[in-house]
């Protein structure tokens, strides 16, 4: 048999996943636990998740703080210490926050978990936020934004946050040297005891693990107090801006930062999935007309993408890309094209299939290993979505038609309702 490389080879269609149920179970102290137990690897990963976001400060750039203070020093060890115990036993810790929420992790071989469980009690338990450590991370922390605020980029992250949110709101605050600099123990310490210490959170644990490791994991942290009174937050209403744009000169700058964008929903909205699939087609992936448009025929850029980021209580659409000066009118008059092709032609069935497999693709390509799968439930059990939400998630994207989109683009797309911040000049 002569292979024809003229033929592209056949594919199977993906209309629907099979994920594996996850179990709740409930400690001695009332913290939830949910097991996505994936037996093929002996490995596990064990998350606390806290409501200790940026939401949750009094004090500008606290909850990143405190997180990070968590594994540099404890009433029992030193932060080598912490760091040479776990690389003893295999295990890896990551410490996050975000906007909503934060996370402590710990990545292990499920045999090690009676030896690491006591470690993350510690940190969760015994921080003790040294002065030297603290002022160390700062320092760390302000090198990094000092040289973050030299790029173009993310100079233009920054204030199309701000401009859709507002500086002093938590989804548009962004860390700044002059806060940072200011920043005392006392307020990262005030900071942990009012969201972190003895209050309540949800543990997520992933992979190779069963009944066996929910009784470890109850005995050492189902013990601990859970303080569950009300806990005072810095959220603040996103303001209404004055709808111009924002240009940040740079007249040394040989490049210019484009986002363009708005306020949006979040992943409960009824038009969630078709605001999905039409960023998609207009710049959600390589193919997209974003990319055709600007990279390949113009030449402009090396990229340009488009993105629905989704929070909590809130969310947003945004494009961005880098372009020479001289092409950002150019470009932005490009993007607003295909934003009213997309608002007055109706796609074609074969570009939307195209669009809509890779979506599908993407999506189950996503869920490979145990983590992966967990973090995709996390979404559905920390922002209250319908537990259907994931098996569902193919058919609702392919339920999606042209006329949908055509709606989609002209109700959240529309001329005026976007947003622009250009960093470089014009």
């Known amino acids: 048999m002569v292979l024809d490389r003229k033929q592209p080879p056949a594919f199977q269609v993906i209309q629907e996943i099979q994920l594996p149920a996850f179990q709740t179970h ?11 137990a994936i037996p093929q690897q002996p490995v596990l990963r064990i998350e606390c998740i806290f409501d200790a976001g940026t939401w949750q400060e009094q004090v500008p750039g606290t909850s990143f703080f405190a997180l990070k203070m968590l594994a540099e020093g404890t009433a029992g060890r030193s932060s080598a210490q912490i760091s040479e115990y776990l690389d003893s036993y295999g295990a890896f810790l990551e410490l996050n926050s975000g906007p909503d929420r934060a996370s402590v992790v710990v990545y292990c071989l499920t045999k090690f978990l009676p030896n690491v469980l006591p470690v993350l ?8 936020f040294p002065q030297k450590e603290l002022d160390d991370l700062r320092n760390i922390t302000l090198q990094n934004l000092r040289v973050n605020y030299e790029k173009n980029a993310y100079v233009a992250g920054v204030l199309f946050r701000e401009k859709l949110f507002g500086p002093h709101h938590p989804y ?19 900071f942990y005891e009012r969201s972190i210490q003895k209050r309540p ?3 997520l644990l992933a992979g190779q693990a069963s009944e066996n490791e929910v009784l470890l994991i109850n005995k050492e942290l189902g013990q601990l ?13 996103a303001i209404d801006d004055d709808g111009l744009p924002v240009l940040s000169e740079k007249p040394d700058s040989i490049q210019s930062s484009i986002r363009l964008g708005r306020r949006l929903f979040t992943r409960s909205h009824p038009d969630f999935f078709k605001m999905l699939v039409t960023n998609e087609l207009l710049g959600g992936y390589f193919g ?5 448009n600007i990279r390949e025929e113009k030449g402009f850029t090396y990229g340009i993408s488009s993105n629905m980021p989704s929070f909590r209580r809130d969310g947003y659409f945004i494009i961005g890309t880098d372009v020479n000066k001289e092409n950002t009118q150019q470009t932005l008059d490009e993007i607003q094209k295909e934003i009213r092709i997309l608002q007055t032609e109706a796609v074609p069935l074969e570009e939307l299939e195209t669009v809509q497999n890779f979506m599908a693709g993407e999506f189950v390509g996503s869920l490979n290993t145990p983590f992966e799968i967990a973090d995709r439930y996390k979404v559905i059990l920390l922002d209250g979505l319908p537990v259907d939400f994931l098996t569902t998630y193919i ?32």
């Open 225 to 237: 107090p859970i303080d569950n009174g009300d806990v005072l937050t810095g959220g603040a209403p």
């Open 121 to 128: 009690r510690e940190l969760l338990t015994e921080p003790t």
């Open 288 to 292: 997209s007309r974003l990319m055709k």
């Open 201 to 203: 959170y949800r543990l």
């Open 26 to 36: 409930t400690l001695d102290n009332g913290v939830l636990l949910n097991l996505v």
């Open 172 to 190: 548009g605050r962004s860390q700044r040297p002059d806060v940072i600099e200011q920043l005392t123990r006392e307020s990262v310490v005030n």
């Open 395 to 426: 058919e609702r994207l392919r339920a999606v038609t042209p006329d949908d989109i055509m709606e989609t683009a002209n109700n959240y797309l529309a001329e005026g309702s976007l947003r622009e911040v250009v960093v470089g000049g014009k």
